[in-house]
């Protein structure tokens, strides 16, 4: 397996309050009112992904847990759905981390499409376990959108990650 250009960089440690931040917004993406339009991805669900992959030691299972009661809040759904689908979404993506980290950001979409599916497919029974109809197959489309999105995102959230913290012309790195 050929390494990839991106993977020569050396990454600086990420922060814990630009874990917090990107969660935050996430949530705040996710609970913007859209009505039902199809495609839409799970924000907070895509950046847990990313962050349980990228850093399993900080971003784990509790904040998935955390982050699924707020929604579950928020979108005012069946408690727990939410909860349910992102602490498996988290233990699995920890699971996986290092074998998803192997491959270029095409293939990691790949694999992260069934982690996104599978969280989803978990909501929609919690739902329809608590009388909610059937949504349709079109509320499985924003898993494909998620996954065609983590290229982009994953290049946004390691960005601050990239920048030096002081340039030496004299250092080879």
């Not at 197959?137 to 998620?146: D, E, K």
Request: glycine share 8%.
């Amino acid at each position: 397996m050929q390494p990839t250009p991106a993977s020569k960089r050396i990454l600086l440690p990420v922060r814990g309050w630009f874990i917090l931040l990107t969660l935050v917004l996430a949530m705040f993406a996710n609970m913007i009112p859209f009505g039902r339009l199809p495609g839409l991805p799970d924000w907070l669900a895509l950046v847990l992904a990313f962050w349980c992959i990228r850093e399993p030691f900080k971003v784990g299972m509790a904040a998935a847990f955390l982050a699924g009661i707020v929604m579950d809040v928020g979108s005012a759904s069946v408690m727990g759905q939410h909860s349910l689908a992102y602490v498996l979404l988290a233990f699995a993506a920890g699971g996986l981390s290092r074998r998803i980290l192997g491959f270029p950001l095409l293939q990691q979409a790949m694999q992260i499409l069934p982690l996104l599916l599978g969280a989803q497919l978990v909501m929609l029974v919690a739902r329809m376990l608590g009388g909610a109809d059937f949504p349709g197959l079109l509320y499985f489309l924003g898993s494909f959108s998620a996954a065609l999105l983590w290229p982009p995102l994953t290049y946004l959230l390691l960005l601050p990650q990239y920048q030096p913290v002081e340039k030496d012309e004299n250092r080879p790195i």
